[in-house]
């Protein structure tokens, strides 16, 4: 079974090249496309103003995009937290992670924004169902745990997926990636100290973690996008160094980084089939669900409803705010040019 | 409890309250910005309420920490401002919340820098900072939404008539108070009116508000006694805390 192309998230967007982008390809120059080319292969980053396939340009645009959702969708589940963390040192280190993914849609917005769509229009397409984000999102939190996992686990995923992309061809999105990467490796720490405490505390605690590192895991190795052998768009990408290694080249090292993490917890890899291939150097993992893969895309994960209304919410309800923000500008406006005159 | 331990909890628990509330709104803002903003805050306050909670559990000398205090009093021992318990209503109440508060910490915190306490002057010294900023912020917004459409305007004039009656606590000087300022260690609270009424009218000007008058009634959140909305607050915060005892995070 192939994959459609619309499966582009977050990380797992790093295949992303419609089938519309194939035909403009043609119709463009050759020459600029051979220097354009000729760049990219000699590490040459590609500015805002630089000329570009129109193909890539929409790759980009799709894949940063996407990238800037799934930061403001996962402030949710988290941010689920907030209120609840059980000391004031975590409550603090949970509302500057929010806010750090919060800054960082911000700053991918912007990124995005270069290639000539503004955030208004992204975030419409948000919130009417139209643009993806980082299925991993649509999970809940039910414990503190989960906050835990995430930053471990989810955070950790990403960092796999973007340091590559610190060196991706395009430089807003380069330079955006170096920065971004920085937080994640921080929030990946926090969210492992969270683990080691539960693990190393109560048998209520530990009992939270395990049940945390359960429901995580899969979606996490799930992060990384379907599988070589069904991802059709990866060689265009290379070829633009917009991605850089396969979808299961990064599994594999979330994989290996991550065993010895759990063992080193304590806790429990929900999958039976995980071995150490000692030849190889790697751990063997067993099959991965894809059909839940694809149902949760589909909008039928447990809270992909609940993320698009509260997005939705905070949009409608802050509606007025920002009327007021753009009126009371131009009133401004209005007054300084009548005092000019 | 001694006055200088009761003195400094009204001031930390004010600022973890409001700090709690301010949590509730983030990634639910109107703009990404206003995300990036109110966690600002929130961060700032929560800062503020750690170190001066720590500096209540030590003059308290029964070894509480700052998480015991936060986590396990029960709702009548927390002596923040009744002001910072309401809710967060929309975005324009928020806003009025902080402004009036923030108006109110600034004053606070700069007379707290004379204070003959030198860890309450050294709190305050990094507080005053953050309060500038914060009502620079809260004041801006209060300008913009006073100022910009005839919604908006309705909605923080609203919102002042509601939140007002609970300024008056603020200023309202008790026992505790009273022996704070002999001793030197903080100004008396109605000695923060003058400044205070000065700041917000400035803004109210600027803004088209117009203040309601004061009300005669006021409540005693710092010394205990408080509206029904705190129970709720500290229902959500203790929860995950008092379900552990012992446990450590
Ligand atoms: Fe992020
Ligand atoms: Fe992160």
Avoid at chain 1, 168 to 179: D, E, F, T
Avoid at chain 1, 188 to 193: D, K, L, N, W
Avoid at chain 1, 251 to 270: C, H, M, N, S, W
Avoid at chain 2, 74 to 87: D, I, R
Wanted: aromatic letters at 8%; charged letters at 25%.
């Amino acid at each position: 079974m192939r994959r459609d192309s619309g499966v582009d998230l977050y990380t797992q967007g790093l295949d992303s090249l419609g089938k519309d982008c194939l035909r403009d390809e043609a119709e463009e120059s050759g020459t600029f496309e051979q220097r354009f080319q000729t760049r990219v292969d000699a590490e040459e980053k590609i500015e805002p103003k630089d000329w570009m396939p129109e193909a890539y340009r929409r790759t980009l645009i799709r894949q940063i995009s996407q990238h800037a959702h799934s930061e403001i969708v996962g402030m949710l589940p988290e941010g689920n937290w907030i209120t609840r963390a059980p000391s004031l040192l975590r409550k603090t280190i949970l509302i500057a992670k929010v806010q750090d993914e919060g800054g960082h849609g911000a700053y991918l917005y912007s990124a995005t924004e270069t290639l000539g769509v503004s955030r208004d229009e992204l975030i419409g397409q948000l919130l009417e169902g139209k643009a993806k984000y980082s299925s991993i999102f649509n999970y809940p939190t039910p414990t503190w745990a989960d906050v835990g996992a995430i930053g471990w686990l989810v955070d950790g995923a990403a960092i796999m997926n973007q340091v590559p992309l610190c060196r991706c061809s395009y430089g807003p999105y380069a330079r955006a990636m170096v920065r971004i990467c920085k937080e994640e490796s921080f929030h990946q720490r926090q969210g492992y100290e969270i683990m080691m405490r539960l693990s190393r505390g109560t048998t209520a605690q530990k009992d939270m973690a395990q049940q945390a590192l359960n429901r995580w895991w899969w979606p996490s190795l799930m992060m990384f996008g379907p599988s070589d052998a069904e991802s059709k768009h990866s060689a265009q990408s290379m070829r633009w160094k917009i991605k850089r290694f396969s979808n299961d080249e990064l599994r594999q090292k979330f994989v290996d980084y991550t065993v010895p993490q759990a063992e080193f917890l304590g806790l429990t890899i929900p999958d039976p089939d995980l071995r150490r291939d000692e030849a190889a150097q790697h751990y063997r993992f067993g099959t991965i669900d894809w059909n839940e893969f694809e149902q949760v895309l589909k909008g039928h994960g447990p809270c992909n409803r609940e993320r698009l209304e509260a997005r939705r919410r905070a949009h409608d309800e802050g509606r007025w705010v920002r009327d007021a923000a753009i009126a009371h500008a131009a009133k401004q406006a209005a007054r300084k040019n009548s005092r000019a005159a | 409890m001694m006055p200088h331990c009761a003195y400094v909890l009204r001031i930390a628990d004010t600022s973890l309250i409001l700090a709690q509330r301010l949590g509730e709104w983030v990634g639910h803002a109107p703009a990404i910005e206003e995300d990036l903003g109110l966690a600002n805050v929130s961060l700032d306050l929560l800062g503020q309420a750690r170190m001066l909670l720590s500096y209540a559990g030590e003059l308290e000398g029964r070894g509480r920490s700052e998480d015991d205090l936060a986590y396990l009093r029960e709702e009548s021992e927390f002596l923040n401002a009744t002001l910072v318990e309401q809710p967060n209503g929309d975005f324009g109440q928020t806003v009025v919340r902080q402004f009036l508060v923030d108006a109110w910490q600034l004053e606070l915190y700069e007379q707290l820098l004379e204070s003959k306490d030198p860890r309450l002057a050294e709190i305050a010294a990094k507080a005053v900072k953050e309060t500038r900023y914060h009502l620079r912020y809260s004041a801006g917004w209060l300008v913009r939404l006073g100022d910009g459409t005839d919604e908006s305007h309705a909605r923080v004039q609203d919102a002042l008539t509601r939140l007002w009656p609970l300024t008056g606590e603020l200023f309202s000087t008790d026992e505790v108070d009273r022996e704070i300022a002999q001793a030197g260690i903080g100004p008396a609270a109605e000695a923060l009116l003058p400044g205070w009424s000065a700041r917000v009218a400035a803004v109210f000007a600027e803004a088209r508000l117009a203040a309601p008058v004061m009300s005669p009634f006021s409540w005693h959140g710092k010394q205990g006694r408080h509206s029904e909305h705190l129970g709720f607050v500290l229902a959500e915060m203790q929860s995950l805390h008092r379900a552990h005892p012992g446990a450590t995070w």
